[in-house]
Each structure stands twice: as structure tokens, then as C-alpha cells.
């Protein structure tokens, strides 16, 4: 598709060159938040990759931000993640003790008109954007069949954890559903962490984790021989090409494991809904919003922070473990990253949606 290609190309581009260099100017006037309390509030529950991304960067901001205030993370899980979303977005607080951090899972019901969604991006003010990966795994049994395409996973009946049809949980669905596997998900839990729960209780018997928790809590698992890694969704290259994740070099993408499938087919309606998805999903998955409210000044000295905390000697080795190998942007670098992720192709929307409702019963007219 020739806008799809278009978005892949710049967001790639935008990825490799303006992660640092395109940052706001320093504030314009003194912002000191000493003796203050920011709470940073993430729309889910306090197990999954959400939690792990915003307590990683919940320290290094107090030491960053003008007067080191305390930085809290709060949870507000529920609707998978728009009751959190609908809450900030009626918040008038305007001197930067609040700071919201959605993800994907967030980004997907607004691409998709979902009626639950009474939040508008542009009015929220982005301070920073994090690429993120993913990686689906399997039950060692499972993983016994896989050798690089599904074809032997196709007679198998798949449960999973999943918060809902319209979240970020769309792009392994539908990676499964063109790899031709008979993968069903419960629909309801309260973050990937809970997901991750189910499949480490024998409740579920597939599971994808975003990379902050797969690095945390399924590589663990994965060297005791608890689990498998199947596939990653991937990365972009400068070309806007899907190549191996920089965090998991050694793992197959969705994109070889679909090539390698019967039937799977890396062009076409499906596969440019299937990138689409992708690119507004973990290319720049997880933002920090201020409110509408917030001054200029407020902007800008978060913006600094951030940008002190990524330019730190010691950040690559703080986060390896935490993050992965992906982008972190700040100002110019954000608002692009933004506006790639909360716009897709009207052709991928309009083929999400008559998914949705075949497969799930999903209307979201």
C-alpha cells in the first residue's frame, strides 16, 4: 500500500535521525518543583511492561526535574486502558505534579473510533516517545513443534490472555490469524502481566509480552526452560523494512515466520493492515503526555529532563535490561512519533474493522 509504505519509511527515517537532536530549547522560564509530588499515572495494572517502562523512568525524572520533586507511579486500570485515557484527558492540573503515560493498547481504540473513547491526542502534550518490541513465546511442549513456521501449530487449540479486541493485543491476533492458527483469546485481563500469569499457571498455552517484561519476566522463564520464544513482531530499518529486533537479534520476526507458513502471505490488505498496526503500535508505543493545561514552561522543562536522562553516560547500561535497544525521542522527535502513532491508512482501518467484527462480534459503529 503506497501510504502505508510512505508512513514506514518516515517513521524509520524519523527513528534513526531525530531521537536526540530534535529537542525543544530549554525552558524559557524557572520551573522548580521542589517539595512536590508528580504522579506519573500509567491506565493499567502494575504487572505488565507499562509499569516496568514507567518505574524504570519514574527515578531518573526526580533527578532530572528542576527541585528533584518525588515522582510517583499511580495505577488506573480498566477498559484496556481508555478509562485511565477518558480520566486524564478531563484533568486540568497545570503545573506538571501530573504526567500520563498510555501505550499502544490506548493508541488502538482511538485509531479504531471505539465508542469507549472520549480522548483527544491532540490535545494531550507529548514530553517524550519510547519505541518498544514484542515477543510471543510458547510452553516448552509447543515450542518442541515450532521450527521457524506454524504449520505444525495449525491443528492445535491456543488459549491466551488478552485485554481486548480493540488494544494492542490486535497485532498478535491477527499475526495468528494469518499464520493460520486457531488461537483463542479471554478477553478482560487487567494488563499483560496478568497474561503473562495465566500462561505461567497453565491457564493459557501462547503469550506475548512487550519487551520491558519479556526481558524482566519471560527470559527467566525461558532460561529455566519454562518457555519458548516463537517470533518478535520485529523492527523497522531505515527502508520502513520489518528486520530482527535490536533487543532479540537471535529471534525470528512475525514477518520470516509468516513467509516460512503455508498460506501466510507478506502482501496484500492483511499484511499492510498487519504493519500499519505495527508501526503505530511499538515503533513508538509508550509517550509521556502532559495535560492541555500545562504551560510552556512546564513543556519545556520536562522535555530537558528527559533529554538529560537519555544523554547520561550510564542510560544504555541502566536500560538495557528495562527497555531494550529502541529509540527514546523528545520534543520534535516525540510530536512526530506521535502523529505517526495515532494515524494509520484508511484502508488498514477500514480492513481492521470488518476483522473485528467477524471474528469477534466487534461493532464499532
Avoid: H
Avoid at 530549547?25 to 524557572?30: L, Q, T, V
Avoid at 515503533?283 to 495535560?291: I, N, S, T
Amino acid at each position: 500500500m503506497k501510504t502505508e509504505k510512505i508512513l514506514g519509511r518516515s517513521l524509520a527515517a524519523m527513528l534513526a535521525g531525530v531521537c536526540l537532536a530534535s529537542y525543544a530549547p530549554s525552558a524559557r522560564a524557572e520551573v522548580d518543583f521542589a517539595g512536590k509530588t508528580v504522579e506519573f499515572v500509567i491506565p493499567f495494572a502494575e504487572s505488565g511492561g507499562s509499569a516496568r517502562w514507567a518505574n524504570f523512568f519514574a527515578p531518573l525524572l526526580s533527578e532530572a526535574l528542576p527541585g528533584n520533586p518525588t515522582v510517583v507511579v499511580r495505577y488506573r486500570p480498566g477498559g484496556g486502558s481508555t478509562t485511565g485515557a477518558n480520566w486524564f484527558q478531563r484533568q486540568t492540573t497545570d503545573d506538571g505534579t501530573l504526567i500520563f503515560g498510555p501505550s499502544g493498547s490506548t493508541q488502538f481504540p482511538y485509531l479504531l473510533d471505539d465508542p469507549r473513547v472520549q480522548y483527544e491526542y491532540d490535545d494531550w502534550q507529548v514530553v517524550l516517545a519510547s519505541g518498544v518490541g514484542g515477543v510471543a513465546y510458547l510452553p516448552p511442549e509447543l515450542g518442541a513443534k515450532f521450527d521457524g513456521d506454524a504449520d505444525d501449530l495449525k491443528g492445535i487449540e491456543f488459549i491466551w490472555g488478552a485485554q481486548g479486541a480493540t488494544g494492542l493485543d490486535l497485532v498478535p491476533n491477527l499475526a495468528w490469524k494469518m499464520l493460520g492458527m486457531n488461537v483463542q483469546p479471554v478477553f478482560g485481563v487487567e494488563g499483560r502481566g496478568a497474561g503473562r500469569l495465566m500462561f505461567e499457571r497453565g491457564e493459557a498455552n501462547i503469550d506475548y509480552q512487550t519487551s520491558p517484561a519479556y526481558l524482566k519476566s519471560v527470559v527467566p522463564m525461558v532460561e529455566a526452560g519454562r518457555a519458548v520464544p516463537m517470533m518478535s513482531w520485529g523492527a523497522l530499518d531505515d527502508e520502513g523494512n520489518i528486520v530482527r529486533d535490536p533487543s532479540f537479534p537471535e529471534i525470528p520476526t512475525f514477518k520470516e515466520v509468516c513467509e516460512a507458513t503455508e498460506g501466510c502471505e507478506t502482501s496484500g490488505v492483511a499484511w499492510d493492515a498487519w504493519k500499519a498496526f505495527f508501526i503505530s503500535g511499538f515503533a513508538a508505543q509508550k509517550m509521556v503526555f502532559l495535560p492541555k493545561t500545562a504551560s510552556a514552561e512546564v513543556v519545556a522543562a520536562y522535555e530537558k529532563a528527559f533529554k538529560d536522562i537519555i544523554a547520561r553516560p550510564d542510560f544504555a547500561e541502566l536500560s538495557e535490561s528495562t527497555l531494550g535497544a529502541y529509540p527514546q525521542m523528545t520534543g520534535k522527535g516525540a510530536e512526530k512519533a506521535k502523529v505517526m502513532a495515532t494515524k494509520v491508512p484508511a484502508e488498514a482501518k477500514a480492513f481492521v474493522i470488518k476483522w473485528l467484527q467477524d471474528d469477534y462480534g466487534v461493532s464499532l459503529k
